[in-house]
C-alpha cells in the first residue's frame, strides 16, 4: 500500500468505492500492470509521482492483473501496461503503454478541472442570456491567462459565431485534433454553423409559409422554411419539414433532405426522443 493519499491499491472488494464513488468526485486513473511487464515498472513510479504533483487532482488507483484477473477480463485488458481513465462512474478516456510524462500530462490535463473552466462556463452562459459583449471579454481573459486550456477554442468559436462570424468559428473547429473534432458538441456547432450559412440570404419565413400554403410540394420553401425552424431551435418543426420534403422530392438538391436531417441529429448530439423518432421515420421511408 502507498503512503501517498493519493495512491490506492485495488481489488474486486474496493473497486466500487475506490475507482467508481471516488470518480463522481475526481477523475480516477486506473493502471493495469503486472510485476513481470517492465514497462508497468516503467509507467507506474511516474504516474505515483503524477498523483502526488496534482495534489488530488486525480486519483491514482493500481490494479494488479496477475491478482485481480476478474477485474482484467471485465474491463477486457489485453495489453499491459493499460490504463483507463473514470470520471462519473465510466470510463471516458484510456491510453496504452509506457507513455513519456509530457504525454501522460497532457492526457491527464484534457479532464482535469482547471480554474479557467469556470470562466468559461460564465462566457457560455452568458452567450445563452444573449449577453455577447460580456462573454467576450471573459474569454479573452481565459485566453490570456491560460491559452492551453482545451476548451477555449470551443468557446472561442461559439462566440465568433453568434457574431456571426461564421468562416472565423469554422476555422476554429476545423483546426481541432480529430478526436476533439469528433465531440457531439463540437459536430453539433458545425453543423448549426452549416445551417447559419444556408439561411442568411433565404426569404423570411412568413414569405415561404405562404409560399406553402399555394403550393405544398414548393420543394425549396419546404427547404428553406425548414432552415428558419433551426435557427429558432424548432428542431420538430424542422425534421417534419425535412421528412416531407424527403418523402415528395428525395432527389432535391443532391439528397439535401436526408442530409440535413442527418445535420440536426448531429445538432442535438445524437440523443433524445425527437432523434429517436425521426432517426427510425427516416429509415422506414428509405427502406
Not at 178 to 184: A, I, Q
Not at 201 to 221: F, Q, Y
Request: aromatic share 8%; net charge negative.
Amino acid at each position: 500500500m502507498s503512503d501517498s493519499p493519493y495512491i490506492f491499491e485495488v481489488t474486486v472488494e474496493n473497486f466500487q468505492q475506490v475507482v467508481l464513488e471516488n470518480s463522481m468526485n475526481c477523475p480516477v486513473l486506473v493502471d493495469f500492470w503486472a510485476e513481470w511487464c517492465n514497462p508497468c515498472k516503467t509507467l507506474m513510479p511516474l504516474l505515483a509521482k503524477l498523483a502526488d504533483d496534482y495534489r488530488g487532482q486525480f486519483i491514482l488507483a493500481k490494479v494488479n492483473t496477475e491478482e485481480q484477473q476478474q477485474l482484467a477480463t471485465h474491463f477486457q485488458i489485453r495489453s499491459i501496461p493499460s490504463v483507463k481513465l473514470f470520471h462519473n462512474g465510466e470510463v471516458v478516456d484510456e491510453f496504452m503503454g509506457a507513455l513519456p510524462e509530457a504525454e501522460v500530462r497532457q492526457f491527464l490535463n484534457k479532464h482535469i478541472p482547471r480554474e479557467s473552466d469556470a470562466l468559461i462556463d460564465q462566457a457560455d452562459a452568458l452567450l445563452l442570456q444573449g449577453d455577447v459583449e460580456s462573454a467576450g471579454v471573459l474569454l479573452k481573459q481565459v485566453s490570456d491567462s491560460d491559452p492551453e486550456n482545451p476548451r477555449i477554442r470551443l468557446s472561442y468559436a461559439r462566440y465568433m459565431a453568434t457574431l456571426g462570424k461564421l468562416e472565423e468559428a469554422e476555422k476554429l473547429l476545423q483546426a481541432l485534433p480529430d478526436e476533439e473534432k469528433n465531440k457531439p458538441e463540437v459536430l453539433s456547432m458545425l453543423a448549426r454553423i452549416q445551417f447559419d450559412r444556408a439561411t442568411a440570404d433565404n426569404p423570411p419565413a412568413e414569405v415561404l409559409e405562404a409560399r406553402l400554403k399555394d403550393n405544398p410540394a414548393d420543394s425549396e420553401a419546404l427547404h428553406q422554411l425548414a432552415s428558419h425552424k433551426i435557427m429558432e431551435n424548432d428542431y420538430e418543426h424542422a425534421l417534419e419539414l425535412l421528412l416531407t420534403l424527403l418523402q415528395k422530392d428525395r432527389s432535391y438538391g443532391d439528397n439535401a433532405a436526408q442530409r440535413e436531417m442527418l445535420r440536426i441529429f448531429d445538432m442535438l448530439e445524437g440523443q433524445g426522443e425527437l432523434v429517436k423518432r425521426y432517426r427510425n421515420r427516416m429509415f422506414n421511408f428509405l427502406h
